[in-house]
């Protein structure tokens, strides 16, 4: 069993198709994947500190301390204070909030436009298939960040329109990446074989196609958080995403800006949390792709997008 | 016998006339069938003989039109229960595959889905046909599991693919063909992939559905040891076209065809001493992008003459029931 684990992650020849208990396997190869396991740990406790961020939280987001304003970190403020005075550690707490929504919310809108796309231009094909797929690569020909910013331009800025503008953007990978499957997918014996017993194109979609192209679905999801958390935060950086006084990581180092010299943790801090959380989702996910799709290299590391 | 709900009473199960298939390419037409006809009827075992290429699977799977069209395009007629089935609606095809017509295929390592338990496929066709839901489908499920031999079918139901062998698989893919007991079973290759005890086990096996259930059997194979085993009659396939067709034991008593003749005698006979090496017949298949005019077996048939390159044999009927496309009597080319 663990032998088998091991084997797995080395054996890239392998079809992605068989296994004996394959969520067991698989949580196997990723809990030796050290990274993979640090990028879990750190997720982990991030959910717990977005969930309870109110009972974490010394002081609440508005909180003003005049009087400290700019204060360098100290016990009374961890993380020190804002122009405003108020507690950076606070807002980065409540902060987590938002870009874990944000990147959930914007990837499952991804997911859910993106994989039925991907589906259904890679198991019908021909016609169907061309028009879909060219419609993703017209969005898929724009920088990701300036089609995020060029959405938000239309629907207006604000954090339901950010999480719209990133969904849209990642929209075109997940379709490319279920269509490429599916179509080695449709290929299959036991396809023919359904359609030999009778069953609809929408059955076998849902029930043979659709489990077959789960894994690399799974690991781009995981990556692709790692990248919606970023864009979120460059939208709020440039002020097209969450509104103050609501806090965002983004929006913090827009503010840390005229501040870098005299209060560089207002800038440091929520610098950190980004990088933390966005280094994890993708440990996470590479440690994913090593036990589940060995073979795939994602569509966003070729292109190189990045935030 | 189980009794099978009011079906057909004619024996006629399946009128096959002059069924062609091609294929668009981009270099040209591929004319894998070319005019066959045939017919199978109730409880018998037709055998559907050819080496690769000689279009015997894709006729199989134009029956249920599970060819893409295009690039494929499926003339002719295939009679089944008064109805044409190559110009059945997609629903009216659909109510027929799996129900009435099911297919078994050759390779029982990828005609199973791995991510889907052996019994939530097992009840795929019960589900969509028989309208059976939750623990009746699951209860049919376990029976048709006893049915083809799989042991403690009730624990055995909920393994998926990669836990059972090629033989338990190739059991299981026969348990989904007659899960609705069907008029006919096409078994294509169905034994090809498996060793040759399990061959004669899963052999065996269908033969005595087959007498169960009184469904008609179309093989398709390239094994003629196997043939004579299970098959009634034999149709030899070659270029597209039917080369002879003869009750199994007429036709290994009097192989009238060249074509027939060198498959027989590149067989291996066990028990027989034989001190020469095994013939074969020499050179390969004819392209079906460009089939010879005349007969298709010609360019590699040691008896050709000037006339057999020009000239389409018809076919001729020595015997009832016994028919052969070739201009010559066995007598004028064996002596």
Request: aromatic share 6%; with cysteine; glycine share 8%.
């Amino acid at each position: 069993m663990t032998d088998r684990a091991s084997q797995r992650t080395l054996d890239a020849g392998e079809p992605p198709v068989e296994h004996r208990s394959r969520l067991r396997t698989t949580f196997e190869t990723v809990r030796r994947n050290r990274l993979a396991v640090i990028g879990g740990v750190v997720l982990t406790a991030l959910a717990v500190v977005a969930l309870f961020a109110d009972a974490i939280a010394p002081y609440t987001i508005n909180e003003v301390d005049v009087a400290n304003r700019l204060a360098p970190p100290s016990t009374t403020y961890p993380f020190g204070t804002d122009e405003l005075g108020r507690d950076v550690f606070s807002r980065v707490i409540i902060a987590s909030r938002v870009s874990l929504r944000v990147g959930f919310i914007a990837v499952g809108l991804a997911l859910v436009i993106g994989v039925p796309i991907g589906l259904i231009a890679g198991y019908f094909g021909r016609t169907i298939d061309s028009i879909l797929m060219r419609a993703m690569d017209v969005l898929f020909s724009f920088p990701a960040i300036l089609l995020a910013i060029a959405i938000l331009a239309a629907l207006g800025s604000g954090i339901t329109n950010a999480m719209l503008a990133i969904g849209i953007v990642y929209t075109p990978i997940f379709a490319r990446i279920t269509r490429g499957s599916v179509l080695s997918v449709r290929e299959s014996v036991f396809v023919t074989a359904a359609r030999s017993l009778g069953a609809t194109d929408a059955r076998i979609i849902r029930t043979h196609i659709l489990p077959n192209v789960l894994a690399p679905i799974i690991v781009q999801a995981s990556l692709s958080l790692a990248f919606a958390i970023l864009a979120e935060a460059a939208l709020s950086f440039l002020g097209l995403g969450v509104q103050p006084p609501a806090p965002a990581w983004g929006r913090m180092l827009n503010e840390a800006q005229g501040f870098l010299a005299s209060a560089p943790w207002m800038a440091i801090f929520p610098g950190v949390a980004i990088l933390l959380t966005v280094m994890a989702f993708n440990f996470l996910g590479d440690g994913l792709r090593d036990a589940l799709d060995p073979q795939q290299r994602s569509v966003i590391e070729s292109r190189g997008i990045t935030a | 016998m189980t009794a099978p709900a009011p079906r057909p009473t004619a024996d006629r199960v399946l009128t096959v006339d002059d069924l062609r298939v091609s294929f668009g390419t981009r270099t040209g037409v591929a004319r894998v069938v070319n005019g066959i006809s045939y017919h199978v009827d109730r409880g018998e075992t037709l055998a559907i003989v050819g080496e690769s290429g000689s279009g015997k699977s894709v006729s199989a799977l134009s029956l249920l039109q599970l060819l893409p069209t295009p690039p494929a395009r499926v003339e002719g007629i295939a009679t089944f229960d008064g109805r044409d089935l190559l110009s059945l609606s997609e629903g009216g095809i659909r109510a027929i595959r799996g129900n009435r017509v099911a297919m078994i295929f050759q390779d029982p390592m990828t005609s199973l889905n791995p991510v889907r338990t052996i019994g939530r496929q097992l009840m795929e066709p019960i589900e969509l046909h028989l309208g059976l839901r939750g623990d009746a489908a699951r209860g049919r499920a376990i029976d048709l599991l006893q049915t083809v031999g799989i042991p403690s079918p009730e624990r055995r139901i909920d393994d998926y693919p990669h836990q059972f062998s090629g033989g338990m698989r190739q059991r299981v893919m026969i348990a989904i063909g007659i899960s609705c007991e069907p008029d006919l079973l096409i078994a294509d290759e169905a034994t090809t992939a498996l060793d040759v005890t399990t061959q004669a086990q899963i052999v065996e096996e269908m033969e005595s559905l087959q007498s169960r259930l009184g469904m008609a059997l179309v093989w398709i194979t390239h094994d003629l040891g196997v043939v004579a085993g299970i098959a009634d009659r034999v149709m030899v396939l070659y270029g597209g076209r039917i080369m002879e067709e003869a009750a199994v034991s007429e036709l290994y008593a009097q192989r009238r065809h060249p074509y027939t003749r060198g498959l027989l005698e590149s067989l291996p006979t066990p028990g027989v001493d034989r001190p020469h090496r095994l013939t074969a017949i020499p050179g390969l298949p004819p392209n079906p992008s460009r089939m010879p005019p005349g007969c298709p077996f010609e360019p590699r048939c040691p008896h050709a003459v000037e006339r057999c390159a020009t000239e389409r044999p018809q076919y001729r009927s020595p015997v009832p029931g016994h028919r052969v496309a070739c201009h010559f009597e066995p007598e004028e080319l064996y002596g």
